[in-house]
T-cell receptor, first 113, second 112 residues
Framework: DADVTQTPRNRITKTGKRIMLECSQT?????MYWYRQDPGLGLRLIYY???????NKGEISDGYSVSRQAQAKFSLSLESAIPNQTALYFC????????????FGPGTRLLVL | QKEVEQDPGPLSVPEGAIVSLNCTYS??????FMWYRQYSRKGPELLMY????GNKEDGRFTAQVDKSSKYISLFIRDSQPSDSATYLC????????????FGQGTRLTINP
């Protein structure tokens, strides 16, 4: 089984809809991250959490919110989706003896019409 | 100016060729440097990690860092079709820093 899982893997939604992307991990890591990937822009950090009570904004947090429900779960919400939020979204975790290594999930491909 | 610049390619080379992938950066405070490999429809996976100037080898892969020039490279020897992927460089200010700054990624294709 994959260590970092994301649901859904693909999603099509309409402008103005609320959508939640979910991430779960079995690695026992404290740190979790949400990134978006766009062609030509690489990966950009949206939010990160170093433990259940710690939530921090990344470089592009506007229009997004997150919830850290448990050590193993970190959800990303788009309160009112807009077309320029169409992207590939990745969850990642890090921790343990190699904090510098981030382990990525398989990604969620989101299309906002 | 972006903190990290990476030629997006695409780069296409024949099997067996030596591949050179490069990134430049503007923030001299970056101390830790990584290369991630991302196969199509998959998440990135860490390929190599280094924190000092010089070379680090791992099999067919060599990571090179030149802090004085703010330039890092990844060399792939005896390239294989299975090396076809997007390669992303990434940098951190310090070990375990929350912010991992990525390059745009270079799409590489190795032709049999």
């Amino acid at each position: 089984d994959a260590d970092v899982t994301q649901t859904p893997r693909n999603r099509i939604t309409k402008t103005g809809k609320r959508i939640m992307l979910e991430c779960s991990q079995t690695k026992g890591h404290d740190r979790m991250y949400w990134y978006r990937q766009d062609p030509g822009l690489g990966l950009r950090l949206i939010y990160y959490s170093f433990d259940v009570k710690d939530i921090n904004k990344g470089e592009i947090s506007d229009g997004y919110s997150v919830s850290r429900q448990a050590q193993a779960k970190f959800s990303l919400s788009l309160e009112s989706a807009i077309p320029n939020q169409t992207a590939l979204y990745f969850c990642a975790t890090s921790g343990g003896l190699s904090e510098e290594t981030q382990y990525f999930g398989p990604g969620t491909r989101l299309l906002v019409l | 100016q972006k903190e990290v610049e990476q030629d997006p390619g695409p780069l296409s080379v024949p099997e067996g060729a030596i591949v050179s992938l490069n990134c430049t950066y503007s923030n001299s405070a970056f101390q830790y440097f990584m290369w991630y490999r991302q196969y199509s429809r998959k998440g990135p996976e860490l390929l190599m990690y280094t924190y000092s100037s010089g070379n680090k080898e791992d099999g067919r892969f060599t990571a090179q860092v030149d802090k004085s020039s703010k330039y890092i490279s990844l060399f792939i020897r005896d390239s294989q079709p299975s090396d076809s992927a997007t390669y992303l460089c990434a940098m951190q200010l310090f070990q375990g820093a929350q912010k991992l700054v990525f390059g745009q990624g270079t799409r590489l294709t190795i032709n049999p």
